[in-house]
Each structure stands twice: as C-alpha cells, then as structure tokens.
C-alpha cells in the first residue's frame, strides 16, 4: 500500500534553511540541500546563515543544480554589519532574495537565552569569547530606528522579503505598522511558534492584520529546538488562517532529519490533524512564492 504521495513537494518552498559550512557543524552545504530538494520536485530554499551571507553558496548550487532555485540571503547580526542598510543594498545587488534581521545578536533572543530558552545555545556559540551586540530595532520610546526604515526601503525597491529573525513581539509590530505605512507587502515574522509564551495568538493575529505573513516552524518541535506540541502550530493555522501562514522546517541541524524530509513529514502532520490539502499547498508553494516574488 502506498503511504504517502511521492509528489506532495513538487513546487515546495522551504523559506528558512541553514547551510554548512557555519560556525557550528550543518547537516550539509547547499549544493547537497538543492540536489536532495530538487530530487524530491522543490521549486526553491532559502538558505540561511546566522553569521555570514549566503549569496555565494546558492549561486553555485544553482550553477550545479539548475532545475530548483537556492536562494541566497543575508542575516543582519555583528559579523555582516548589524543593522547596516549598506550591507543590505550589498546583498540584494548580489543576490539575496531575503533579509534577516538580527538573530544571535538580538536583544530580544539574548533576553530569552538568559531565562534558559532553547535559543541560548545559538546564541552563546556564535560569540567566541569576543563582545557581541544586542542589536534591537526600536528605540526607547518605542519608534522604530531610522536605519530599519531604511531597511524596508531597500527591501520594497529591490524586491527582497525581509524577516523578523529573532526580534522581540513588540519590535515586530513596530516594523509591520511602518511596512504597511510605506506599502511593503513581503514582511515574514519569523517562526511566531517558537516563542508561543510571547508572541500569542493576539499578537499573532494583529500582526497578519497588518499585513505580514507568519512563517510556522517544524524544528521548534524538534527535540532540541523546544520541543513544541504540533496542537500549537494546528492552532495558529486554525485561528489566523492559512493565506496568511507560510510552513517552513528551519532545519540543517545535524540532529535533524534532511530539509526536504523534513518538509515532507511536516506537510503528512499537518494533514492528519485535519489540515487540507488546499491549505497546505498555500503554505509550503503559494505564499512563499509570493513572499519571495517568484512569481
């Protein structure tokens, strides 16, 4: 008896891959991760590093591997300039379809790694014994930096997505009002799912109100990364609805299975808890396409 269609990811977008070679160890490099994805019909990944710009390594899986896209892009922590509109207008010249805001190096994920949060182990192992930043979007009546104003700017004439990274609830509402004042339609918070305790479902809510599309995380339930009950996510995907939700696996952790596997187990959950086939298909190949103006 067949288990499972082999065809579920033909057209499939994974919007949130690391790569090898990091500062940690990676499940593989990104010329392996597009040769698997395309094995399975993927359309695209975005591959993602925390301290560097991928825009050379898609380039060349995309020179080895030319029937599915690996997309580069940029993660604005300490070592590619923080928060720098010059490295950004840099990486979207290059290439990069998506702009992360800082990560390792948020206020925000600092604050949960210190109350003992999973995310403490990215964040302590990036820094090398050498100061880090805690780079935070608002200023302290709550406005948002004019440098971050220059990001969504950048963003919206290049075409590039720009996601929230690991920034704080309040940040991302702060930078999803802007957006939907100067008419920026490619804003992704980034994994809401991982952080549930703080960014609930009003905050979730009012966040897709204003606009932006939510990115839901399968590695936040896996076994290092928190280990959330997939009822959360189904909840999410129940209350803010699934045209405005993207599924993605944040994986290329070496105790996680491949990417694209791990894509595959992530649409079969879903759909055994009740999830439609139209639905799942909006979240792992139409909003992500949209979200990265493939289209």
Same mark, same amino acid.
């Given at each position: 008896?067949?288990?499972?269609?082999?065809?579920?990811?033909?057209?499939?977008?994974?919007?949130?891959?690391?790569?090898?070679?990091?500062?940690?160890?990676?499940?593989?490099?990104?010329?392996?991760?597009?040769?698997?994805?395309?094995?399975?019909?993927?359309?695209?990944?975005?591959?993602?590093?925390?301290?560097?710009?991928?825009?050379?390594?898609?380039?060349? @899986?995309? /020179?080895?591997?030319?029937?599915?896209?690996?997309?580069? =892009?940029?993660?604005?922590?300490? %070592? +590619?300039?923080? !928060?720098?509109?010059?490295?950004?207008?840099?990486?979207?010249?290059?290439?990069?379809?998506?702009?992360?805001?800082?990560?390792?190096?948020?206020?925000?994920?600092?604050?949960? @790694?210190? /109350?003992?949060?999973?995310?403490?182990?990215?964040?302590? =192992?990036?820094?090398?014994?050498? %100061? +880090?930043?805690? !780079?935070?979007?608002?200023?302290?009546?709550?406005?948002?930096?004019?440098?971050?104003?220059?990001?969504?700017?950048?963003?919206?004439?290049?075409?590039?997505?720009?996601?929230?990274?690991?920034?704080?609830?309040?940040?991302?509402?702060?930078?999803?009002?802007?957006?939907?004042?100067?008419?920026?339609?490619? !804003?992704?918070?980034?994994?809401?799912?991982?952080?549930?305790?703080?960014?609930?479902?009003?905050?979730?809510?009012?966040?897709?109100?204003?606009?932006?599309?939510?990115?839901?995380?399968?590695?936040?339930?896996?076994?290092?990364?928190?280990?959330?009950?997939?009822?959360?996510?189904?909840?999410?995907?129940?209350?803010?609805?699934?045209?405005?939700?993207?599924?993605?696996?944040?994986?290329?952790?070496?105790?996680?299975?491949?990417?694209?596997?791990?894509?595959?187990?992530?649409?079969?959950?879903?759909?055994?808890?009740?999830?439609?086939?139209?639905?799942?298909?909006?979240?792992?190949?139409?909003?992500?396409?949209?979200?990265?103006?493939?289209?």
């Amino acid at each position: 008896m067949k288990l499972y269609d082999e065809k579920v990811l033909e057209g499939a977008i994974d919007i949130h891959v690391h790569i090898g070679p990091d500062y940690m160890p990676r499940y593989s490099d990104c010329i392996t991760l597009a040769e698997e994805a395309a094995a399975c019909g993927m359309r695209a990944m975005v591959a993602k590093c925390h301290l560097t710009s991928t825009v050379g390594a898609a380039a060349a @899986a995309n /020179q080895v591997v030319p029937n599915m896209q690996m997309i580069g =892009s940029i993660t604005l922590n300490g %070592p +590619t300039g923080g !928060l720098s509109p010059r490295s950004v207008i840099i990486a979207v010249k290059s290439g990069a379809r998506m702009v992360w805001l800082p990560t390792v190096d948020a206020k925000y994920g600092y604050i949960k @790694a210190s /109350q003992g949060h999973w995310i403490g182990h990215y964040v302590y =192992s990036s820094s090398f014994g050498y %100061p +880090t930043e805690q !780079l935070a979007i608002i200023d302290e009546k709550g406005n948002l930096k004019e440098e971050a104003r220059e990001i969504i700017k950048i963003c919206k004439n290049e075409g590039a997505a720009l996601a929230t990274g690991h920034i704080s609830p309040e940040e991302c509402l702060a930078l999803a009002r802007v957006a939907k004042e100067m008419g920026f339609k490619n !804003l992704e918070i980034t994994h809401p799912n991982a952080w549930f305790e703080d960014f609930n479902m009003g905050v979730c809510r009012e966040l897709a109100d204003l606009g932006a599309l939510l990115s839901l995380s399968y590695g936040a339930c896996s076994p290092r990364n928190g280990r959330e009950d997939p009822e959360e996510i189904l909840s999410i995907i129940k209350e803010i609805g699934a045209e405005k939700l993207i599924m993605m696996t944040d994986y290329g952790q070496v105790v996680s299975p491949s990417p694209a596997q791990g894509m595959r187990v992530f649409y079969y959950l879903m759909k055994s808890m009740g999830v439609s086939a139209k639905d799942l298909d909006l979240m792992i190949k139409k909003n992500p396409a949209r979200l990265l103006n493939l289209d």
